[in-house]
């Protein structure tokens, strides 16, 4: 089982360009999670997914949108990139009740 | 109040020495605890699970006081590779959402 895998690792774009983050879970969890983490912060909930087809805003949702099309994938799209979006981002997913199992993170960074 | 805080320390000790430190939590009624640890740059892992009895995994122990409200992990004998950012953990609502602590950051010298 590859586990929580992220799409791009690293990745740098402009100030005003879109993109998406993917994340994928072959563990046929029903939650999944986008974080995003800034120096010296602890991790902050984007949004999140407690199964097909829903989606949910967590603390720091505004400039992002997500969709969970199929259960193994969840989306995170930035449709107009700010500086303040430069973060590393994880995503993650889990069993109701069970520990939760991250990727291994994008690096973005936004100029 | 933050559901979950931690001293976020640093924690600075020698190889060997024993290190401990807690987190406390803010609803009495949560269910399940866990300690992650964070490696600079790199994602949370899972450290161990807490049980209400207590555990200990190698070097590693946690113990969870449900009356003050507070988990805790102790580290024994420690090595360099002990050196991270650990994580408390806690289903604060036993739902879909974990709540994570800051994080306190133990350093182990030589």
């Known amino acids: 089982n590859a586990g929580v895998t992220q799409t791009p690792k690293f990745r740098v774009l402009k100030t005003g360009q879109s993109m998406t983050l993917l994340c994928a879970q072959d563990?046929?969890?029903?939650?999944m999670y986008w974080y995003r983490q800034d120096p010296g912060m602890g991790l902050r909930l984007i949004h999140y997914s407690v199964g097909e087809g829903t989606t949910a805003k967590g603390e720091v949702p505004d400039g992002y949108n997500v969709s969970r099309l199929k259960k193994q994938n969840f989306l995170l799209g930035l449709e107009s990139a700010a500086p303040s979006q430069t973060s590393v981002y994880f995503c993650?997913?889990?069993?109701?009740?069970?520990?939760?199992?991250f990727g291994p993170g994008t690096r973005l960074t936004v100029l | 109040r933050k559901e979950v805080e931690q001293d976020p320390g640093p924690f600075n000790v020698p190889e060997g020495a024993t290190v401990a430190f807690n987190c406390t939590y803010s609803n009495s009624a949560s269910q399940s605890f866990f300690w992650y640890r964070q490696d600079c740059r790199k994602e949370p892992k899972l450290l161990m699970s807490?049980?209400?009895s207590g555990n200990e995994d190698g070097r590693f122990t946690a113990q969870l006081n449900r009356a003050s409200q507070y988990i805790s992990l102790l580290i024994r004998d420690s090595k360099l590779s002990d050196s991270a950012t650990y994580l408390c953990?806690?289903?604060?609502?036993?739902?879909?959402?974990?709540?994570f602590g800051a994080g306190t950051t133990v350093t182990v010298r030589a």
């Open positions: 993650a997913s889990r069993l109701l009740g069970n520990e939760q199992f």
């Open positions: 807490v049980y209400s």
């Open positions: 563990m046929n969890h029903e939650y």
């Open positions: 953990v806690v289903n604060i609502r036993n739902d879909y959402k974990l709540s």
